[in-house]
């Protein structure tokens, strides 16, 4: 079963995988892991620790540039997403681990398959995380982490519609932060802070960090956001979170 | 006890508050238990766990209202501030209403009382705007017993972002940077004020020994009535952006 919010959001990602792909191949392709808008190298950030021999599920792997690099470490990687197109370009890349194509609002796997659950700009910004976080809960094992990142609560509410990008003021609501139909075709999700903790600790999971990582100065993208921006406040957040 | 140059300079410019604190303090003492400039009642928000026949100490206390409420909750409550003139407040306002409980004066970033003594830890803009979070929320873990819970009220990190320097409301431009908030100093304003980013204080709190258990950003109600402190948001900035935030954690072990 998915939503309706889930089958928009599939017609978005079938639609624009390819141009997706091609826009930022080059950015988010690159030799080790690397988090979000910026591509912050995962060697610096240390959110995932060692994750060789671990069961990984990747929700919203997209191409799966994340888990393709995370199996060359050892890792017993699955790869997930919404859009079937998305899994063409995975698959295209050599992905060479299961690909399983589904909504993260209901995980077709068993209670407790995986010792960590990720995603980088994924199923967390693209599926209700009032489903996604239980389902996430359900899937880990007990010491189990999940961590994933998604745009920052202020940069959501500093979103100026008429300029297309973060300004340095307060735009919009930050009360009633929950779903938000883009004028792309998507919709997109995000919570006050203090909504992802009791989001977290109705399911169960422990909050490790929230990393609010500031790019250097030198930060380059391709997803068009204003690195003055960014240097001061933050864009991106990281959540970790733990299963006891 | 060795006080640091914040706390010295808060203790003076409480000083110089108090007696308009003295003036409002029968109003605080005597009404429903609630928190924050717009009064939420605690029956509403439930920041609090239960306090009934636990040993909870209110880090800056102030003129001790919140230990007021928490007594008639049940509590036993340790009031401790570093004013001597908000303490004297807190003295005429326990003869009057005929409720007592200790008061003690010291600074909330080194408490002379032993570990593991209290359950609950209490502070409403108190130990939590005016000293260093560095220092204080581990007085707090080293106060509290093993499972024991922290409730903390501080201003709104997203009003911080926009604080004007003049007493006058916050706007919705942001005047200052995220990255590194931590000491506050205001050019119409004696007090030494402190906030941290909310990824920051997790990482503090779970640094100092606690489980992060809640985090309210509370909103302004619908009737919420005009503060009377100038530099605060208005109910209108209220309804849209917290103004206010209490976290809740609970120490492990």
């Not at chain 1, 610096?44 to 990984?56: I, M, P, R, S, Y």
């Not at chain 1, 921006?229 to 299963?243: C, M, T």
């Not at chain 2, 909330?108 to 593991?116: G, M, N, R, W």
């Amino acid at each position: 079963m998915s939503s309706s919010d889930a089958e928009r959001n599939r017609a978005f990602w079938d639609q624009r995988a390819s141009s997706y792909q091609e826009t930022h191949r080059e950015h988010i392709g690159g030799p080790e892991p690397c988090w979000g808008i910026w591509q912050l190298p995962e060697s610096e950030l240390q959110v995932l620790g060692d994750v060789a021999g671990k069961d990984v599920l990747e929700l919203g792997c997209g191409a799966a540039q994340w888990s393709i690099l995370l199996a060359a470490q050892g890792a017993r990687c699955i790869g997930f997403d919404n859009s079937e197109r998305q899994l063409d370009h995975a698959r295209a890349a050599g992905a060479d681990f299961p690909l399983v194509h589904g909504s993260a609002e209901s995980l077709p796997f068993p209670d407790g398959s995986f010792d960590l659950v990720f995603c980088d700009h994924g199923a967390l910004t693209f599926a209700d995380p009032h489903l996604v976080v239980p389902e996430v809960a359900r899937v880990l094992r007990g010491g189990g982490l999940f961590a994933f990142s998604i745009t920052g609560s202020l940069a959501w509410i500093c979103w100026d519609d008429e300029s297309d990008g973060v300004v340095p003021a307060l735009q919009s609501d930050y009360f009633g932060l929950r779903r938000h139909e883009d004028s792309d075709g998507s919709v997109t999700f995000q919570l006050p802070v203090g909504e992802w903790i009791r989001t977290f600790r109705r399911s169960g999971l422990e909050v490790e960090a929230l990393l609010e990582p500031r790019p250097p100065e030198d930060a380059t993208t391709t997803y068009g956001y204003d690195l003055a921006w960014a240097r001061r406040w933050p864009l991106e957040q990281i959540w970790k979170v733990r299963k006891p | 006890m060795s006080l640091s140059d914040h706390a010295r300079h808060n203790r003076e410019a409480w000083t110089g508050w108090a007696p308009e604190y003295a003036e409002w303090a029968p109003g605080a003492w005597t009404r429903e238990f609630s928190w924050g400039v717009w009064r939420v009642p605690e029956s509403e928000l439930h920041a609090l766990p239960d306090v009934a026949g636990k040993d909870v100490i209110e880090l800056g206390c102030g003129t001790a209202y919140i230990s007021a409420g928490l007594a008639r909750l049940g509590a036993r409550p340790v009031g401790v501030d570093i004013t001597p003139a908000q303490l004297e407040t807190a003295r005429a306002m326990q003869e009057q209403f005929g409720l007592e409980f200790p008061l003690l004066e010291a600074s909330a970033e080194d408490v002379p009382l032993p570990d593991a003594s209290f359950d609950v830890a209490v502070s409403e803009y108190g130990a939590s705007i005016w000293c260093d979070p560095y220092r204080w929320i581990l007085e707090a873990a080293r106060l509290l017993r093993p499972g024991g819970e922290l409730v903390f009220l501080v201003n709104g990190t997203i009003f911080m972002l926009c604080a004007q320097e003049e007493e006058v409301p916050p706007g919705r431009e942001l005047l200052r940077d995220y990255f590194g908030m931590h000491r506050f100093e205001w050019p119409d304003s004696d007090g030494i004020e402190f906030h941290l980013p909310y990824g920051e204080m997790i990482r503090l709190l779970r640094a100092s020994g606690f489980e992060v258990e809640n985090l309210i950003e509370i909103q302004a109600p619908e009737d919420a009535e005009p503060h009377g402190y100038a530099a605060l948001p208005t109910p209108e900035w209220g309804r849209r952006w917290p103004a206010e935030e209490i976290w809740r954690a609970r120490k492990t072990g």
